[in-house]
């Protein structure tokens, strides 16, 4: 079973409450914040949190904060977790989310190369870091550049990410 994490629950909580998904995402909003007041109580953090996300929607930070709450109220408690995961299904679909305990399939694939660090997964919430930076020499030969795809992308800490042939994501060309 996937974890509830924030950022999967704010990724569905900040354009719920922005409005998004119409009717369809005004109930299953409504529905969020009268569990939240039924199960943390009215004047909790978490309430608090879910009435300044309403006040100010489409903000992303009080999203992820109310987010982090609803992550460490299911971590916590199992009837919590239970809830939110069906209501992640039922509601996160609206926005355009998976549904949680699916899977992704991450692909590099063809006569792609990859130097350096990769990272392929669902949901990222938060920084990542793969220690001090180094940086990756391209291969000798066609390049990312010649191989028409523009060019080589650079990380923030100063790594290079170089290709050779077409690169695909999801079976997918990337260009």
């Known amino acids: 079973m996937d974890p ?3 950022g999967i629950l704010s990724a569905t909580l900040v354009p719920l409450a922005a409005g998004a998904a ?3 995402g005004r109930q299953a909003w409504e529905s969020l914040t009268s569990f939240v007041r039924d199960r943390f109580g009215r004047g909790s953090d978490a309430d608090t949190a879910a009435q300044t996300l309403a006040s100010h929607p489409g903000e992303v930070v009080h999203g992820e904060v109310l987010g982090r709450i609803l992550e460490h109220g299911a971590a916590t408690d199992e009837q919590i977790a239970a ?3 069906t209501w992640l299904r039922d509601a996160g679909t609206l926005t355009g989310q998976p549904a949680t305990g699916t899977s992704v399939t991450n692909t ?3 006569h792609a190369q990859v130097h350096g660090p990769l990272i392929q997964t669902h949901t990222i919430s938060g920084p990542i870091t793969f220690g001090p930076p180094v940086l990756v020499p391209p291969p000798a030969g066609p390049s990312a550049t010649t191989a028409g795809i523009g060019s080589v ?3 923030s800490d100063g790594a290079q990410v170089a290709a050779t042939g077409p690169v695909h994501v999801n079976d997918r060309p990337v260009t």
Do not use: D, F, N
């Open 83 to 85: 809830w939110l995961r």
């Open 153 to 155: 992308p650079q990380a």
């Open 22 to 24: 119409g009717e369809a």
């Open 108 to 110: 590099v694939s063809g």
């Open 4 to 6: 509830i994490t924030a």
